[in-house]
Each structure stands twice: as structure tokens, then as C-alpha cells.
């Protein structure tokens, strides 16, 4: 596994992230969320909503990972989208 999944593991098991379609949509608005991992399986609509969501709050989005990856490292099962809640955490897994 690689080192950006490690630390993506790491912040699940410190609370510092969310997941889910509608969670991570709503946390955007608040201004809650400082980076963004998205399925590069998701479905067109959940990129579309998310990509189109992000770019107007300005939150970065990675799309190196698939949904398997993700859920793999976060702990749980069928995880299209995952968003960092920690200022911190996001300027590490941004390197």
C-alpha cells in the first residue's frame, strides 16, 4: 500500500475525515472539508456533483484511487468519496 493510503488510514482512525456522497457535499458548503479523494470508478453523476461542488468552494480533488483502494484503507466497504476534515492531514496527503 502506498504512502498517501497509510496516511488516509491514519486520519480514519483519528476522526479527521468523512464519507459519503451526501456528508461530503454538505461539509463542502460548510467549509468543513480541505481536500477530497473521489472514486476514479464513481459513477459520472457522483464526479460530476462532486468535481462541480469542490471547484466552487476551491477544495482540491484527488482521483487516484479506486473505490476498493479507499475503502481498504479507511476501514469500511463501498466508499466512493472520502474528504479530509483536518488542515493538517490534507497538507500531508496533498504532498
Known amino acids: 500500500m502506498d504512502k498517501i493510503l497509510n496516511n488516509l488510514g491514519l486520519c480514519a482512525k483519528s476522526r479527521n475525515l468523512i464519507s459519503g ?3 461530503v ?3 463542502i458548503k460548510k467549509n468543513k472539508v480541505f481536500y477530497i ?3 476514479n470508478n464513481a459513477s459520472d453523476n457522483t464526479k460530476k456533483k462532486i468535481n462541480d461542488k469542490a471547484k466552487f468552494y476551491n477544495v482540491l480533488v484527488n482521483m487516484d484511487y ?3 483502494e479507499l475503502s481498504h484503507a479507511i476501514g469500511l ?3 466512493m468519496v472520502v474528504g479530509i476534515t483536518n ?4 497538507k500531508i496527503l496533498k504532498k
Open 21 to 23: 456522497e451526501e456528508l
Open 25 to 27: 457535499v454538505e461539509s
Open 37 to 39: 479523494f473521489l472514486a
Open 66 to 68: 479506486s473505490s476498493e
Open 77 to 79: 466497504t463501498n466508499r
Open 87 to 90: 488542515e493538517g492531514f490534507a
